[in-house]
T-cell receptor
Framework: GESVGLHLPTLSVQEGDNSIINCAYS??????FIWYKQESGKGPQFIID?????DKRQGQRVTVLLNKTVKHLSLQIAATQPGDSAVYFC??????????FGAGTRLFVKA | GAGVSQSPSNKVTEKGKDVELRCDPI?????LYWYRQSLGQGLEFLIY????????KSGLPSDRFSAERTGGSVSTLTIQRTQQEDSAVYLC?????????????FGQGTRLTVV
């Protein structure tokens, strides 16, 4: 079936460096994409979203890039901080219906 | 409360027993999801409710799993004859409109341990 996957299950970065978390999706009909952050013991929380008619969207310290040609999504975190340590999930929606999540990437920030 | 509320937060049950997990979505949210998350794993879709439409049950792993949503609000996920492989965190999420491009808001989850 359709699925959203991640290239890197774990990522370790130095505090202050930029982080890039990647995601591949397989459903070319998906039109809405979301990044979630999940801290230990908590439910996932929304970070940023992007619609398929866009290729870039910026938030506070985060940027999401969408490449529909190769069905690739990435989350960039600028000046990574210890509080950014978490599991990050990408998710896709098709036609506004149920959300399908990827496997997740665990981000470790080294002080 | 302002967020999605799930209860209990932790549940330990013996193999073979039935369990009920509860989710109170954000008031006014018409869409409600249940997901399962095994330790160190991603989110596995279980079931999706949208308004008065028939729920999407395509993610339920077996007929031991069922879910209801009463009055378009509170939802209960029931697992009958629990097995050890059912041990996981069960997450509930709601969103304002299931057919719009909107984020889902998650509860803290119920950690189920089957012993």
């Amino acid at each position: 079936g359709e699925s959203v996957g991640l290239h890197l299950p774990t990522l370790s970065v130095q505090e202050g460096d930029n982080s890039i978390i990647n995601c591949a999706y397989s459903n070319s009909a998906s039109d809405y994409f979301i990044w979630y952050k999940q801290e230990s013991g908590k439910g996932p929380q929304f970070i940023i979203d992007i619609r398929s008619n866009m290729d870039k969207r910026q938030g506070q310290r985060v940027t999401v890039l969408l490449n529909k040609t190769v069905k690739h999504l990435s989350l960039q975190i600028a000046a990574t901080q210890p509080g950014d340590s978490a599991v990050y999930f990408c998710a896709e929606k098709t036609g506004g219906f149920k959300t399908i999540f990827g496997a997740g990437t665990r981000l470790f920030v080294k002080a | 409360g302002a967020g999605v509320s799930q209860s209990p937060s932790n549940k330990v049950t013996e193999k073979g027993k039935d369990v009920e997990l509860r989710c109170d979505p954000i008031s006014g949210h018409t869409a409600l999801y249940w997901y399962r998350q095994s330790l160190g794993q991603g989110l596995e879709f279980l079931i999706y409710f949208q308004g008065n439409s028939a729920p999407d049950k395509s993610g339920l792993p077996s007929d031991r799993f069922s879910a209801e949503r009463t009055g378009g609000s509170v939802s209960t996920l029931t697992i009958q004859r629990t097995q050890q492989e059912d041990s996981a965190v069960y997450l509930c999420a709601s969103s304002p409109q299931g057919q719009m491009n909107t984020e889902a808001f998650f509860g803290q989850g119920t950690r189920l341990t089957v012993v």
